[in-house]
């Protein structure tokens, strides 16, 4: 590997990343940047067509992209093998080539010399302050040129490189257990326990954490364990690992000296693997075994668990016997843990949570009736207190989610569907807690006065009605509360119920799925829980965060992303502490440069260049906008030329191409002589070439240079450069479509995006949707038009060709929107809802959709951040509409599940129709 040598690197963003960028200019080879959220066929057509020999990448890359070069080497294994061969390049040597998107349909290679790089350097060392070096933040792909700026130019100059980016740490994910609650009436008749004997013996096999069993009384729901100590004294018979426990001891039924004993014995029999979970009961039918101690039951838990820790380490009691003395009592068998295993069982009340963190238990919970982000806030709770109790360590929290994993998620929703219903049925009391999300009970409870929950106690629900509501639980439960899908789909729950602080899933497997069935797709929960293994924890990547924390000095960005930072209030705090703010990539409007000088304490910088000329050809420092946004001053060894038709001068005020000069003229593109002696022209003024940017500029009445536009079909669309004949040669490869022309428009003052229209062949029909998942697999997403319009015929010209200025706005095509998408399911959805259509310009948006799919982006997010801030009237934190892309997630994280008008609503209009049913009370009967 030496000189000529094209190296491709493909790699996460991490420090492996720019080693691989190091060692390969050291080695006297070019790199060749893959961005690994590109198309694979891109990514693959690229290394063909660069001819490159060596991949560096890491092995989930690989894995998941398949590359074929000719050497694939991992960067994690490479390290320390031999010495690295001494650098042989010279100035004509090539040291990197970039892809940019390509008129013909292909993107093209642009190949840079050492030369042109050592020449950008020594320009950069003329404008930008680097003595002493400071703290860059590299935000920038490496596919985008202007990361040379970031990564080498600031290494060679001594400056800390702070890699922008998800902060990723090994994080194994949560611990899986198996959770029984099994309905008496769904088990088989002549082997009721089968399923949890064979599933507890395939749990310890296999690594599971646990096996949880329950105690429940006199209903067929949960009925087959009315005794979780003898159901775990079964399971330690027949098991030599996984832990034994109860989920949950309804403590208030039971002495403390009854427990102890029990489960001390169970702890012998497991060889020290007992642990208990305790709840203070709900259901009144199960107090006819203990009448007396129902009022009081939550209070009397409380000192039942000091007793039975007590009694546990070895302690004597006092307690009275039947002739009126109080006797000293301590239990046998001596278990074999010091300390009994402890939960608390909450239901969602929040001052559970805090009790089980003062008492140093664990918490055992589950998503019937609360969220996600409900659940977090809770458990930040029980974490505060149990820090405050001074307990060591950060507690545990058990999450029992309903689960049954496949291989396809269609298949998994339709046979987990009856059995659900059917399990929740029997447990109409879990469904009353959904109630309040139900909109006919919203409804009438709106109207009646009531609560939702007082409507489904004192009515009597038709079939119908009742059908209606396990339908609405199910799909609800389906969607947000269990792991239901193939292991890769449950990832994301995984994840999710890991982030907000879950240390434990007990999945709930015995839910009337039959029990055949159910043991069979085990296999597939454990690879889900093999998959969780390797989960890492990743906080959202967020510059502003990075800056205040790394204490960043220098920062280099698009105008797109500067207006995200200016419109955020933690983005203008980081801003306010920059020494020096670069600004290019596409036109930085006096507006945006203005409120930029405001904010920043140090130098701000205008930065201009092609990738063709090497990065950044001209820079400008801004002190003021009073007369606007020049193109700034040539760098060293540049000139730069505004010519016309003819290749002649333009004077003042004149408009003509943007011609540049100098030593950072790329050798040309790779492979694409015709092109390269197309855009690359001799120097009418001297020796050299010329690059003909395609910009349409002016100098104004100080020689400053005033961008006014593109000459060509080329667009910038923030930040990056697009051809929009690639995006139609790609669209026109679909089947079905006559023809394809795609434009970038801006129909709401900054918010350009690329609309695409398309005719369909004589009898095709065309779906705009699926027409983008196509393009989607060949072209980066920045590519993708937002919006693909369907037209009977494109409008035309009198010399035949298309009429880009006659072309419709987006909104006014139907084709553009789903036919079915998910409704708003509450208000909060429904608001949300409006406010992405309004943006994107669609008048139906599903609420499972991504923003970013839809043609959302950073500007967009800012547009709608603002929106949602005032309709709300909160703070909305931009990072959050990145990290919630759907209206359903980012709806659970600002408001938690509701249905119908917000809680507030709901509240006043039952205030107020408590108010009418008192006033109907107190008048005479007459008028009544």
């Given at each position: 590997?030496?000189?000529?040598?094209?190296?491709?690197?493909?790699?996460?963003?991490?420090?492996?990343?720019?080693?691989?960028?190091?060692?390969?200019?050291?080695?006297?080879?070019?790199?060749?940047?893959?961005?690994a959220?590109?198309?694979?066929?891109?990514?693959?057509?690229?290394?063909?067509?660069?001819?490159?020999?060596?991949?560096?990448?890491?092995?989930?890359i690989?894995?998941?992209?398949?590359?074929?070069?000719?050497?694939?080497?991992?960067?994690?294994?490479a390290?320390?093998?031999?010495?690295?061969?001494?650098?042989?390049?010279?100035?004509?040597?090539?040291?990197?080539?970039?892809?940019?998107?390509?008129?013909?349909?292909?993107?093209?290679?642009?190949?840079?010399t050492?030369?042109?790089?050592?020449?950008?350097?020594?320009?950069?060392?003329?404008?930008?302050?680097h003595?002493?070096?400071?703290?860059?933040?590299?935000?920038?792909?490496?596919?985008?040129?202007?990361?040379?700026?970031?990564i080498?130019?600031?290494?060679?100059?001594?400056?800390?490189?702070v890699?922008?980016?998800?902060?990723?740490?090994p994080?194994?994910?949560?611990g899986?257990?198996?959770?029984?609650?099994s309905?008496?009436d769904?088990?088989?008749?002549?082997?009721?326990?089968?399923l949890?004997?064979e599933?507890?013996r395939?749990?310890?096999?296999?690594?599971?954490?646990?096996?949880?069993?329950p105690?429940?009384?006199?209903?067929?729901?949960?009925?087959?364990?009315?005794?979780?100590?003898?159901?775990a004294?079964?399971l330690a018979?027949?098991?030599?690992?996984?832990?034994?426990?109860?989920?949950?001891?309804?403590?208030?039924?039971?002495?403390?000296?009854?427990?102890?004993?029990?489960w001390?014995?169970?702890?012998?029999?497991?060889?020290?693997r007992?642990?208990i979970?305790f709840?203070?009961?709900?259901?009144?039918?199960?107090?006819?075994?203990?009448?007396?101690?129902?009022?009081?039951?939550?209070?009397?838990?409380?000192?039942?668990i000091?007793?039975?820790?007590?009694?546990?380490?070895?302690?004597?009691?006092?307690?009275?016997?039947?002739?009126?003395?109080?006797?000293?009592?301590?239990?046998?068998?001596?278990?074999?843990?010091?300390?009994?295993?402890?939960?608390?069982?909450?239901?969602?009340?929040?001052?559970?949570?805090?009790?089980?963190?003062?008492?140093?238990?664990?918490?055992?919970?589950?998503l019937?009736?609360?969220?996600?982000?409900?659940?977090?806030?809770?458990?930040?709770?029980?974490?505060?207190?149990?820090?405050?109790?001074?307990?060591?360590?950060?507690?545990?929290?058990t999450?029992?989610?309903?689960t049954f994993v496949?291989?396809?998620?269609?298949?998994?929703?339709?046979?987990v569907?009856?059995?659900?219903?059917?399990?929740?049925?029997?447990?109409?009391?879990?469904v009353?807690q959904?109630?309040?999300?139900?909109?006919?009970?919203?409804?009438?409870?709106a109207?009646?006065?009531?609560?939702?929950?007082?409507?489904?106690d004192?009515?009597?629900?038709?079939?119908?009605d009742r059908?209606?509501?396990?339908?609405?639980a199910?799909?609800r439960?389906?969607r947000?509360?269990?792991?239901?899908?193939?292991?890769?789909?449950?990832?994301?729950?995984?994840?999710?119920v890991?982030?907000?602080?879950?240390?434990?899933?007990?999945?709930?497997?015995?839910?009337?799925?039959?029990?055949?069935?159910?043991?069979d797709?085990l296999?597939?929960?454990?690879?889900?829980?093999?998959?969780?293994?390797?989960?890492?924890?990743?906080?959202?990547?967020?510059v502003?965060?990075?800056?205040?924390?790394h204490?960043?000095?220098?920062?280099?960005?698009?105008?797109?992303?500067?207006?995200?930072?200016?419109?955020d209030?933690?983005?203008?705090?980081?801003?306010?502490?920059?020494?020096?703010?670069m600004?290019?990539?596409?036109?930085?409007s006096?507006?945006?440069?203005?409120?930029?000088?405001?904010?920043?304490?140090?130098?701000?910088?205008?930065m201009?260049?092609?990738?063709?000329?090497t990065?950044?050809?001209?820079?400008?420092?801004?002190?003021?906008?009073?007369r606007?946004?020049?193109?700034g001053?040539?760098?060293?060894?540049?000139?730069?030329?505004?010519l016309?038709?003819?290749?002649r001068?333009?004077?003042?005020?004149?408009?003509?191409?943007?011609?540049?000069?100098?030593?950072?003229?790329?050798?040309?593109?790779?492979?694409?002589?015709a092109?390269?002696?197309?855009?690359?022209?001799?120097?009418?003024?001297?020796p050299?070439r010329?690059?003909r940017?395609?910009?349409?500029?002016?100098?104004?009445?100080s020689?400053?240079?005033?961008f006014?536009?593109?000459?060509?079909?080329?667009v910038?669309?923030?930040?990056?450069?697009?051809?929009?004949?690639?995006?139609?040669?790609?669209l026109?490869?679909?089947?079905?479509i006559?023809?394809?022309v795609?434009?970038?428009?801006?129909?709401?003052?900054?918010?350009?995006?690329?609309?695409?229209?398309?005719?369909a062949?004589?009898?095709?029909?065309?779906?705009?949707?699926?027409?983008?998942?196509?393009?989607?697999?060949?072209?980066?997403?920045?590519?993708?038009?937002?919006?693909?319009?369907?037209?009977?015929?494109?409008?035309?010209?009198?010399?035949?060709?298309?009429?880009?200025?006659?072309?419709?706005?987006?909104?006014?095509?139907?084709?553009?929107?789903s036919?079915?998408?998910?409704?708003?399911?509450?208000?909060?959805?429904a608001?949300?809802?409006?406010?992405?259509?309004?943006?994107?310009?669609?008048?139906?948006?599903?609420?499972?959709?991504?923003?970013?799919?839809?043609?959302?982006?950073?500007?967009?997010?800012?547009?709608?951040?603002?929106?949602?801030?005032?309709?709300l009237?909160?703070?909305?934190?931009?990072?959050?509409?990145?990290?919630?892309?759907?209206?359903?997630?980012?709806?659970?994280?600002?408001?938690?599940f509701?249905?119908?008008?917000s809680?507030?609503?709901?509240?006043?209009?039952?205030?107020?129709?408590?108010?009418?049913?008192?006033?109907?009370?107190?008048?005479?009967?007459?008028?009544?």
């Amino acid at each position: 590997m030496g000189p000529g040598t094209i190296v491709g690197i493909c790699h996460e963003r991490m420090p492996d990343l720019v080693v691989a960028v190091l060692a390969t200019l050291k080695a006297g080879a070019a790199y060749l940047p893959l961005d690994a959220d590109y198309p694979r066929e891109r990514l693959a057509y690229m290394l063909e067509d660069s001819g490159a020999e060596v991949l560096l990448t890491s092995r989930p890359i690989q894995e998941r992209l398949a590359f074929a070069p000719a050497t694939v080497l991992y960067t994690a294994e490479a390290q320390g093998e031999g010495a690295p061969p001494p650098g042989r390049a010279g100035g004509q040597d090539l040291a990197y080539v970039i892809y940019t998107s390509g008129s013909t349909g292909r993107p093209k290679g642009v190949a840079i010399t050492h030369r042109n790089l050592m020449n950008f350097c020594a320009g950069m060392d003329a404008r930008i302050p680097h003595d002493p070096p400071g703290i860059w933040l590299a935000a920038t792909s490496l596919s985008f040129d202007i990361s040379v700026l970031e990564i080498l130019w600031t290494l060679a100059r001594g400056f800390t490189v702070v890699l922008h980016g998800p902060r990723s740490e090994p994080s194994p994910g949560p611990g899986f257990s198996l959770f029984y609650f099994s309905n008496d009436d769904a088990a088989d008749p002549q082997d009721k326990y089968r399923l949890l004997l064979e599933g507890a013996r395939f749990a310890d096999r296999n690594g599971f954490e646990a096996v949880w069993t329950p105690e429940r009384h006199f209903h067929a729901f949960g009925g087959l364990y009315p005794n979780a100590a003898l159901s775990a004294a079964a399971l330690a018979a027949c098991t030599e690992r996984v832990k034994i426990r109860a989920g949950s001891c309804v403590l208030p039924l039971h002495h403390p000296l009854r427990v102890a004993e029990d489960w001390a014995m169970i702890d012998n029999l497991s060889k020290g693997r007992a642990g208990i979970a305790f709840a203070s009961g709900w259901q009144p039918n199960d107090f006819v075994l203990a009448p007396e101690r129902f009022a009081e039951r939550k209070e009397r838990m409380a000192g039942q668990i000091d007793d039975i820790r007590r009694l546990w380490r070895g302690e004597r009691l006092p307690f009275p016997n039947p002739l009126g003395k109080v006797v000293e009592i301590g239990t046998m068998p001596r278990p074999i843990q010091p300390e009994l295993p402890m939960w608390l069982t909450a239901a969602g009340n929040p001052d559970t949570f805090v009790q089980a963190g003062r008492l140093g238990c664990g918490v055992l919970t589950h998503l019937l009736g609360q969220t996600l982000d409900e659940l977090a806030d809770k458990i930040r709770q029980y974490r505060q207190a149990w820090r405050e109790a001074g307990h060591a360590g950060e507690g545990h929290v058990t999450l029992m989610l309903h689960t049954f994993v496949g291989e396809d998620e269609d298949a998994v929703r339709e046979t987990v569907r009856e059995p659900m219903k059917r399990y929740l049925g029997s447990a109409m009391d879990l469904v009353r807690q959904a109630a309040w999300t139900f909109p006919t009970f919203v409804q009438r409870a709106a109207s009646d006065g009531r609560t939702p929950a007082e409507i489904l106690d004192a009515e009597d629900l038709s079939p119908a009605d009742r059908d209606a509501l396990l339908d609405h639980a199910f799909e609800r439960y389906h969607r947000t509360g269990g792991l239901f899908g193939t292991p890769e789909s449950c990832l994301g729950m995984v994840e999710a119920v890991r982030r907000i602080g879950t240390d434990e899933i007990a999945c709930l497997v015995d839910f009337g799925v039959p029990t055949d069935l159910a043991l069979d797709h085990l296999e597939h929960l454990k690879r889900l829980m093999v998959l969780a293994g390797t989960l890492t924890s990743t906080a959202p990547a967020s510059v502003p965060e990075d800056i205040v924390r790394h204490r960043v000095t220098h920062f280099q960005c698009t105008p797109s992303m500067a207006r995200m930072l200016v419109a955020d209030a933690a983005g203008r705090r980081a801003l306010s502490q920059l020494g020096t703010m670069m600004v290019g990539g596409e036109a930085l409007s006096a507006d945006l440069a203005g409120r930029l000088r405001d904010l920043l304490p140090g130098k701000l910088l205008g930065m201009y260049g092609p990738t063709e000329t090497t990065i950044w050809s001209a820079v400008v420092e801004i002190d003021g906008v009073e007369r606007g946004v020049t193109l700034g001053e040539p760098i060293a060894n540049t000139t730069l030329h505004v010519l016309d038709a003819h290749r002649r001068p333009c004077p003042a005020h004149v408009a003509g191409e943007l011609h540049i000069g100098g030593e950072g003229l790329a050798r040309g593109y790779l492979g694409r002589d015709a092109l390269t002696a197309e855009r690359f022209i001799p120097n009418p003024f001297g020796p050299g070439r010329l690059y003909r940017t395609g910009d349409l500029v002016r100098r104004d009445a100080s020689g400053g240079l005033v961008f006014l536009g593109r000459l060509d079909h080329q667009v910038k669309v923030r930040g990056h450069r697009i051809e929009l004949g690639e995006i139609e040669a790609a669209l026109a490869r679909q089947p079905g479509i006559a023809a394809a022309v795609v434009v970038a428009r801006e129909d709401t003052d900054g918010d350009q995006r690329l609309v695409a229209y398309v005719t369909a062949r004589d009898g095709a029909t065309l779906r705009p949707e699926a027409l983008r998942e196509a393009v989607a697999s060949t072209l980066p997403a920045f590519m993708v038009p937002a919006v693909i319009v369907v037209l009977p015929a494109l409008p035309m010209t009198l010399n035949g060709k298309v009429d880009r200025g006659a072309l419709p706005a987006p909104h006014r095509s139907p084709e553009t929107h789903s036919a079915s998408p998910e409704a708003p399911m509450s208000s909060l959805e429904a608001l949300i809802a409006g406010i992405w259509g309004e943006a994107l310009g669609r008048r139906v948006v599903a609420t499972t959709e991504n923003f970013f799919d839809l043609g959302g982006h950073s500007l967009l997010v800012v547009q709608v951040q603002r929106r949602l801030g005032e309709e709300l009237r909160r703070d909305i934190a931009i990072t959050d509409l990145f990290r919630f892309p759907t209206i359903r997630t980012l709806s659970l994280h600002l408001g938690g599940f509701a249905t119908g008008p917000s809680a507030s609503d709901r509240g006043h209009d039952r205030a107020k129709a408590r108010q009418a049913l008192r006033r109907r009370q107190e008048m005479p009967a007459t008028v009544a």
